[in-house]
């Protein structure tokens, strides 16, 4: 499985963004699609995850209803849609995929990563 994220940018605090990641090799309906997102001060930190075929959706306190995660199941593509965006919103973003859903990053397979700059 490969992943290609991109979307990552330069934003003002309160702007938006939306991350894509697209998949491609041998995708799985069964297979969770997460975002992470690391700076250099922190280890790699769960951002939100949905499930393939249910839409089911997981995240973390800290974006909670101010990203939202979806996905296109045509497309083999999951987005990240981040609005009210915050300074410490700042990193490089992660799409990562595997067969369990799960909050830390033991993920299989990991995208090239997007980064993410929010300036005041």
């Known amino acids: 499985v490969q992943l290609q994220a991109s979307g990552g940018g330069l934003v003002q605090a309160g702007g938006s963004l939306r991350l894509s990641c697209a998949a491609s090799g041998r995708t799985s309906s069964n297979y969770v699609m997460a975002w992470f997102r690391q700076t250099p001060r922190k280890e790699r930190e769960f951002v939100a995850a949905v499930t393939w075929s249910g839409g089911s959706t997981v995240y973390a306190e800290s974006v909670k209803g101010r990203f939202t995660i979806s996905r296109d199941n045509a497309k083999s593509t999951v987005y990240l849609q981040m609005n009210s965006l915050k300074i410490e919103d700042t990193a490089v973003y992660y799409c990562?995929?595997?067969?369990?859903?799960?909050?830390?990053?033991?993920?299989?397979?990991w995208g090239q990563g997007t980064l993410v700059t929010v300036s005041s």
């Open positions: 990562a995929t595997s067969n369990v859903l799960s909050t830390i990053p033991t993920y299989r397979y």
